[in-house]
């Protein structure tokens, strides 16, 4: 008699497996999948605080959280290669922001720019994601060090006083995600059987918090209405 096949039997798995085990289910990793609403919800919030703002990048801020929230949760709910190819490019949505809001306020780029060199981010990394496969994290990684490279000259170019506490406080959020995130990945605190709490769980939920942070911070840099950030 042959086995029954499960609800995403039909697709390529994913390449990086959790700590959680998964189920034969619509549901795979239930604590990684449904840990994903933290987003979602912080994302919600965001768009309703950038209702009125004309700075493009923070209006983006929050529609991205959500995307994070729902393609992070299809990927653990499938455990599909094609749901992870969508959590990581709405993760490099957000990184891929990160670089394009500080070449602005560097004076890099204008307004006009910034779709296309965001969009030209984000598609030129997922189709190197979909050609290797294995180099996701490293690819978002270099994101972040392109993103915290700019900070760095955008702060010394600043001509008033930034207040790094919200900054500081997601990379604070961030490292303590990364913590959870690496127990998990590699069995180091890790119950595969526990469908409630798990580290990557803790990962999605403390990493919504760093959107909020970096919403904040980024916040200080509207200028006269046209959505554009002075540091410069």
Known sequence: MLAPQCPW????????????DNLCAWITAPAN????????????????????????GLRLIGPIAIAVGLTSFAYHASFSFIGQVFDLGSMYCFSALLIVMNLR?????GDSKMVPLFLALVLGTVAALVA???????????HL?????????????????????????ALGIFALAFGFWNLDYRRIWCDPSS????????????????????????????SGGQGQLATV
Do not use: D
């Not at 306020?105 to 780029?109: F, V």
């Not at 409630?196 to 840099?221: D, E, K, M, P, T």
């Open 9 to 20: 039997s039909g697709f390529a798995p994913a390449t990086m497996h959790y700590c959680e």
């Open 33 to 56: 999948t449904w840990s994903n609403l933290g987003f979602v919800f912080v994302g919600m919030y965001l768009c309703w605080a950038a209702r009125r703002e004309a700075n493009r």
């Open 105 to 109: 306020r560097l004076g890099a780029i």
């Open 132 to 142: 290797f496969k294995v180099i996701g994290i490293p690819l978002f990684a270099a």
């Open 145 to 169: 060090i392109a993103a915290l490279e700019l900070e760095r000259r955008a702060h010394a170019k600043a001509t008033f006083r930034v207040s790094y506490r919200p900054f500081l406080a």
């Open 195 to 222: 469908h409630v709490v798990q580290g990557h769980a803790i990962w999605h939920v403390l990493n919504s918090l760093v959107f909020v942070c970096v919403y904040r911070f980024y916040a200080q840099f509207s």
